[in-house]
């Protein structure tokens, strides 16, 4: 696996650590806000967390209106009678990454990301319910008891530095991977978030149809085809399948498709206008190209690849286990770039191969690597007063790794400053169909994504054969006012 690989080139790890395990019923005396601020230990615990889950997360997303809407699902959930005593607070992450997790003690989270693929309030309760769930039957504090760690339920995976070869979907896409969970208790927060949504007055429903749209987006980021489960904040042990159709028997239980209510008008008000994808401040990547007008750079990559963005790398995963890594790094303007290449960064250097470069009028070094069984091209690039690195990785019998290392190299360029100017985020826009609008029509609305009837689909939840109609709200992806 490239990743493994690219952490053994090079040093360091970002981690939070925590621990999950099975149960079997709500617990009567849930860890809640007010339990844990009575508690001086969780309190620290929570304290020390929070922070972390905001770095971690890009920090949180302030607006007003997407907040307020938010706000008022969570509170349905919490006037549940069954759980009269439980406190939450509530944060939307500023991340595109698709995820929703809690930690004991009542503190929820929910990412953007996760707020563009829903369609309705609906969802959203199902969401949060299925966490609120987690923390309702204590399950990371059962384990926590077993296991006598002071640490709080909930567990981030390494990002593309870390060393868990168990987590290379997480580490190649610089996805963050939290509160997993065992088989049982998912099944089980499934069973209690669907209870409780209909208690609420959504519909039932609602938590079958974000798993679907789940499993959509998990195809659809695959680089083999395969269902990416590693990007799935519910997946764990049970497949998708299963869990949409236990999902989907459990709501049966509780009335006929239609029960309920789902929100949708004042889900759609919440979310339009919010920031899709990546920041400013991470850069932009568009279709196979990374762009960072702040920095004024950008590089591309082969196709096949899949480019995702972290505060902590950009970072993409290719055909035949291939991985590329793009960061920046401070060095004096005298340090020549073959010494810093030299300097014992990187593991496994083949001295001989450091040879200088001129990549489109900027400074430059390359060289080759290796390390267990891996090979690695390494570029340094001196740009605008810093100094990027193009890290490409390749199993050692690869013959692709000249190929796509050298793509990726002559592809970095720095961008004009009209280049830059024009570059602005992609933002969540609500339209309405009007008549002759199609599908297709509404799809070439969007702006800055690729294969855009896809991603149409995709974000609307709407199956191979679906249709618009007159006066039907729908979200589009647009970098427009």
């Known amino acids: 696996m490239p990743v493994v690989a690219l952490a ?29 601020t009575r508690n001086d230990r969780m309190a620290a615990l929570a304290r020390e967390q929070h922070p972390r889950i905001l770095a971690t997360y890009g920090g949180e997303y302030s607006d007003a209106k997407l907040e307020r809407m938010v706000a008022r699902v969570v509170g349905s959930l919490t006037l549940d009678p069954e759980n009269p005593n439980q406190t939450y607070q509530i944060t939307i992450l500023n991340s595109p990454a698709i995820n929703a997790f809690a930690l004991p003690g009542g503190y929820l989270y929910v990412t953007r990301g996760l707020l563009a693929l829903a369609n309705d309030s609906a969802e959203i309760a199902a969401v949060l319910a299925h966490e609120m769930a987690h923390v309702t039957a204590n399950h990371g504090i059962q384990r926590q008891q077993k296991e006598a760690e002071e640490v709080l339920a909930t567990q981030v995976v390494n990002d593309v530095l870390g060393k868990d070869p168990a987590a290379r979907v997480a580490l190649v896409r610089g996805k963050l991977r939290l509160a997993q969970f065992s088989r049982n208790q998912e099944l089980e927060a499934d069973a209690i978030g669907i209870r409780a ?10 938590a079958a149809r974000f798993l679907q749209a789940m499993d959509a987006y998990s195809a659809s980021r695959s680089v083999t085809g395969q269902t990416d489960e590693g990007l799935d904040f519910l997946s764990s042990h049970p497949s998708a399948p299963q869990r949409i159709e236990l999902a989907q028997r459990h709501a049966r239980q509780i009335g006929a498709p239609g029960t309920g209510e789902r929100g949708r008008d004042a889900f759609l008000a919440g979310i339009d206008g919010m920031l899709f994808g990546d920041t400013p401040q991470e850069g932009y990547v568009r279709g196979r190209t990374f762009l960072h007008p702040q920095l004024g750079v950008s590089f591309s990559v082969p196709e096949g690849f899949v480019i995702d963005n972290s505060a902590a790398a950009v970072t993409a995963a290719g055909p035949g286990d291939m991985a590329i ?6 060095l004096d303007q005298r340090v020549p770039l073959s010494d810093y290449v030299r300097s014992g960064w990187v593991a496994g250097l083949d001295n001989a191969s450091v040879r200088p470069l001129t990549i489109n009028g900027n400074e430059a070094v390359s060289a080759r690597a290796r390390a267990d069984k891996w090979q690695f091209d390494v570029t340094v690039v001196r740009a605008n007063g810093q100094v990027y690195r193009l890290l490409t990785a390749a199993p050692a019998s690869s013959d ?14 720095t961008l004009t400053p009209g280049e830059r100017d024009a570059i602005k985020p992609l933002k969540i826009r609500i339209v309405t169909a009007r008549p002759g609008d199609t599908v297709a029509t509404l799809a070439a609305q969007m702006e800055g ?29 647009t970098d427009k006012p």
Do not use: H, W
């Open 449 to 477: 994504v690729e294969r855009k009837l896809d991603m149409f689909r995709l974000i609307n939840a709407l199956g191979a054969g679906a249709t618009v109609s007159a006066g039907q709200r729908v979200k589009i992806v």
């Open 8 to 36: 053994l080139l090079l040093a360091g790890c970002q981690a939070l650590t925590g621990v999950t395990d099975d149960a079997f019923r709500p617990s009567t005396n849930p860890v809640t806000v007010d339990t844990v």
């Open 325 to 330: 890594r793009f960061d920046g790094v401070s």
């Open 400 to 413: 692709a790794l000249e190929r796509v290392a050298g793509t990726v190299r002559t592809s970095f360029r």
């Open 197 to 206: 949504i209909a208690r609420a007055g959504y519909d039932p429903f609602a």
